[in-house]
């Protein structure tokens, strides 16, 4: 969706996207670019929200958890609608609160689409820049390992990490 | 844990951005990829009045080779690019080497080279990267009162811009533009390695070295620079002269470690002690020298 309007330069992407647009699938844990949580895509690169002005997305695209589930805005995600990516989580228990999936689902899409084969080593250094305090971090690299290997063998599936 | 108020200014070109640097009425600091500044803002450790933002300014973006062969690469270039860009991976490829010691790479995809020099950060990677290649950086300002022409540029030897922690040879009105990295010589390897506590956590010690051998096998020419092996990103010339005009044998390479603990300065805080850090240095010098010269070699 396209927004429009003004803003006072020192708001955080992070609280534009929560606050101004309603979208709250992005987290705010940190707010010092350390825990991960509120990361989102600016252009396809996955990117610290609090580390950004609202104002620098002028003229860009941003893209929210929310944008990763096939589901018409202002109706609940249904299972059936919910990306590989976080299908796998789901599966691999690679969640339990939830509060840092958000950002690790923005980071793994980025990932897979550069990096559609990774290695465990790959996946870990590429989630390294999350912090979970539930799941002890295995099963979220065996949830982007098997999200991996079923986006590998997903032809018709027309994702775009299928893009050889 | 939210940024004081800021006047922003959107800078469309170079001289925008100057103009706005040069107005001594209002604080202003850039912008660039603000993966240290937005953070110092966010703890309001930092409270500038104004914000200029470099990131639409397509010219601080360039990636090209120099007439002399050597790489020039405007400030706004990316640590990611550093990783991806094919003419970087193969004209500096201790660039590459060390981009992913750099945090994560949701801030690589942010963080820029311009940004990181000169923070002048001696925890940071890039600036002794740039110091063991021999780097310059290129620095621009609006003409002061009385000079002609609209703009006033410079160019400085990269060890002559760290001043202390934290502290560049820049001035208010000034803004680091590009780094210039002079081409290497057949006959050069590099290497980068450093310890943390956790993968992209500041390195307790780092290490970056260049070496040159001729025909020979013998040294000619040796740089090492330390990541927070002192108050500021520092080159190491009393180890690395031990190495030229012999060949890098284990001796020698070790002897050059030692001395490179010797004469660094690091300090102690609660993530590492002085003794342990000076171990770091000691085993990552000689670990990366022997690297450099294996490469050297090849």
Known sequence: ???????EPRLLLSDFLRSEVGLTGTHVGCEHGVC????????????RACLMFAVQIDGHEVTTVEGLAETPPGEAISVEGLHPIQQALHEAHGLQCGFCTPGILMTAEAFLRENPAPSREEIREAVSGHLCRCTGYHNIVEGVALAAERLAGDGAGADEGDEP | MKPPPFDYVAAADLDEALEALADASVETRPLAGGQSLVPMLNFRLAAPERLVDLNGIDELSR?????????HLGAMVRHRQ?????????????????????????????????GSVAHADPAAELPAVFLTLGARVRIARRSRDGESGSRAERTLALDDFFLGPFFSALEPDELLIAIEVPPSTPGEGTAF???????????????????????????????????????????????????????????AIGAAAAACAETSEPAADMHASEAYRRHLIRTLTARVVSRAAARART
């Open chain 1, 1 to 7: 969706m396209a927004w429009s309007g003004e803003v």
């Open chain 1, 36 to 47: 991960g949580a509120c990361t989102v895509q600016l252009d396809g690169e996955p990117v």
């Open chain 2, 63 to 71: 990636i090209e080779e120099t007439e002399d062969g050597g790489l």
């Open chain 2, 82 to 114: 550093l990783e991806r860009d094919p003419l970087i991976v193969r004209r500096t490829p201790l660039l590459a080497e060390a981009a992913p010691f750099i945090a994560h790479p949701q801030i690589r995809s942010r963080g820029t080279v311009g």
């Open chain 2, 193 to 251: 390695d450093e310890v943390a506590r956790r993968r992209g956590d500041y390195a307790l010690a780092g290490v970056a070295a260049r070496m040159r051998l001729n025909s020979g096998g013998v040294c000619e020419e040796a740089a090492i620079s330390l990541v927070n092996g002192g108050s500021t990103p520092c080159l190491m010339r009393e180890a690395a002269r031990t190495l030229v005009g012999a060949e890098p044998a284990p001796e």
